[in-house]
């Protein structure tokens, strides 16, 4: 059985940073392109995030690029996101996946995530 879960998120000041981590069983972590995706309070789901399996480097949505960091750890079976320079509007429940959500419609992107972490950017 696929498991993700992920971890890392609480509240922080505009400013402030997190290191948001996915944990996953159930598959061949190494295999796999993981992506982050996030949904803000009453707004639709956004993908933030890539880290392909072989190669290729990551890739960024514009609203986090030069911000957010997504890596992985293929030994611990462990991705990972550092959120830098939080903003308000980075306020969201953030969700790992084992796949590359941008090749899925958006209404299914749900069968392939984890419960989230969220992460609140106030003052």
């Known amino acids: 059985e696929v498991q993700l879960v992920e971890s890392g998120g609480g509240l922080v000041h505009p400013g402030g940073s997190l290191r948001l981590s996915c944990t996953t069983s159930?598959?061949?972590?190494?295999?796999?392109?993981m992506s982050w995706v996030r949904q803000a309070p009453g707004k639709g789901l956004e993908w933030v995030s890539v880290s392909n399996a072989g190669a290729g480097g990551p890739s960024y949505a514009d609203s986090v690029k030069g911000r957010f960091t997504i890596s992985r750890d293929n030994a611990k079976n462990t991705l990972y996101l550092e959120l830098n320079s939080l903003k308000p509007e980075d306020t969201a429940m953030y969700y790992c996946s084992n796949r590359d959500l941008r090749m899925f419609p958006v209404d299914e992107w749900h069968k392939y995530w984890g419960r989230g972490t969220q992460v609140t950017v106030s003052s």
């Open positions: 159930g598959f061949t972590f190494s295999h796999y392109a």
